[in-house]
T-cell receptor, first 120, second 112 residues
Framework: GAGVSQSPSNKVTEKGKDVELRCDPI?????LYWYRQSLGQGLEFLIY????????KSGLPSDRFSAERTGGSVSTLTIQRTQQEDSAVYLC??????????????????FGAGSRLTVL | DAKTTQPPSMDCAEGRAANLPCNHS???????VYWYRQIHSQGPQYIIH???NNETNEMASLIITEDRKSSTLILPHATLRDTAVYYC?????????????FGKGTHLIIQP
């Protein structure tokens, strides 16, 4: 696609429920990142997928959080037994590793619009 | 932990130049400095990047010190729409090899 697509854009759930957040990266981008941003805070790295390599899960805050990337494209972030402190905007980003824009030399991390999760 | 440090907030008068500093004292020789900005809770968007030379594009200028341990993003004529959080990150050529770590950035507030 033309950009990184995330769904749902907004999700309100009750404490203890499971939620799934979806990210559809730019076609051909080999790397995909998930970040979490709580109100007024910076971007907190959660997990990183690169090609067929094992994902870097070092940023996941607890074992209630998991993510997968099927077929090297779409990724799903799952939060089990949600807690109120999980309320945040979850951002997905993708990048084509090893590539640079021929005009600018940049390799830009492209973000989606985010999924806003509210746990009541 | 983020490889960069930035002041948490700055004010600038509309029409003046906004100068946003960033320290990246542990940057390695083949890491680029990238700047992004985030308006409200939208995803951050790319502004500019550089390796060691000063760079300019239609949005901003980037000044990198000779030792590459710090840089300054310059918005030459700030407008109210430039109010945003600005992030400075370092990244290897061709993309990050691991989790790209963003700090808390600088919240730039443009005053009318």
């Amino acid at each position: 696609g033309a950009g990184v697509s995330q769904s749902p854009s907004n999700k309100v759930t009750e404490k203890g429920k499971d939620v799934e957040l979806r990210c559809d990266p730019i076609s051909g981008h080999t790397a995909l990142y998930w970040y979490r941003q709580s109100l007024g805070q910076g971007l907190e790295f959660l997990i990183y997928f690169q090609g067929n390599s094992a994902p870097d899960k070092s940023g996941l805050p607890s074992d209630r959080f998991s993510a997968e990337r099927t077929g090297g494209s779409v990724s799903t972030l799952t939060i089990q037994r949600t807690q109120q402190e999980d309320s945040a905007v979850y951002l997905c980003a993708s990048i084509q590793l090893g590539w640079e824009d021929p005009r600018t030399g940049a390799n830009v991390l492209t973000f989606g619009a985010g999924s806003r999760l509210t746990v009541l | 932990d983020a490889k960069t440090t930035q002041p948490p907030s700055m004010d600038c008068a509309e029409g003046r130049a906004a100068n946003l500093p960033c320290n990246h004292s542990t940057i390695s020789g083949n890491e680029y400095v990238y700047w992004y900005r985030q308006i409200h809770s939208q995803g951050p968007q790319y502004i500019i990047h550089g390796l060691k030379n000063n760079e300019t594009n239609e949005m901003a200028s980037l000044i990198i010190t000779e030792d590459r341990k710090s840089s300054t993003l310059i918005l030459p004529h700030a407008t109210l729409r430039d109010t945003a959080v600005y992030y400075c990150i370092v990244m290897y050529s061709g993309g990050g090899a691991d989790g790209l770590t963003f700090g808390k950035g600088t919240h730039l507030i443009i005053q009318p």
